[in-house]
């Protein structure tokens, strides 16, 4: 499975790594705990079966939109097979239009294979994931897990997406999508 990712400025890299490493010095389920150097907080777009070089570039062209804007919310919950705490991303108009030229651009080309219908544009729910795992708990409210993102107006953080990769779920690595 090939991900399409965006990546957020250095500022908010930072603000992201220090909620991991809160979570993970709490001993509750952190992403600071994947230890593999492609792991980063990104904003997953679209997965696909395949991604080869001729897609990458057709994506490139859809990403050189970038940068566009970045705004964190509050926590999001999700529970299933994993459970999953994550900063909301406050979608705005470009990032909406991006996510779905690149679901497009995914979807028209057979070579592609199967995309995740939870990354379809009419079911993405944006955000970046915080900690995630079977059986995953994290005690109390998001507001004293995380109260930077409950003590202020509706958006916690503002950034960039400036960057944006490609990750190979068999291989384990990244490429970037050269902007």
């Avoid at 992403?31 to 070089?53: E, F, I, K």
């Avoid at 509050?74 to 994550?86: C, D, E, H, S, Y």
């Avoid at 995914?106 to 990354?119: E, F, K, M």
Wanted: net charge positive.
């Amino acid at each position: 499975m090939h991900s399409i990712e965006l990546l957020p400025d250095e500022t908010t890299e930072r603000a992201v790594g220090n909620v991991w490493r809160h979570l993970l010095d709490s001993g509750l389920p952190s992403q600071a705990a994947h230890r593999h150097p492609t792991n980063r907080p990104h904003l997953t777009l679209a997965t696909a079966d395949n991604c080869p070089a001729d897609i990458r570039a057709r994506l490139q062209q859809d990403l050189s939109v970038l940068p566009v804007p970045l705004h964190l919310g509050r926590t999001v919950r999700f529970t299933g097979r994993i459970n999953v705490l994550a900063w909301a991303v406050l979608p705005d108009p470009d990032l909406l239009r991006l996510h779905e030229r690149v679901w497009r651009t995914l979807r028209d080309i057979p070579a592609c294979g199967r995309l995740n219908p939870l990354l379809a544009p009419e079911r993405w729910k944006p955000h970046i994931t915080l900690g995630r795992g079977r059986n995953a708990f994290w005690p109390g409210p998001d507001a004293a897990l995380l109260p930077e993102a409950y003590a202020g107006p509706e958006y916690v953080l503002t950034g960039r997406w400036v960057a944006a990769r490609t990750f190979d779920s068999v291989a384990h690595t990244a490429t970037s999508l050269g902007l």
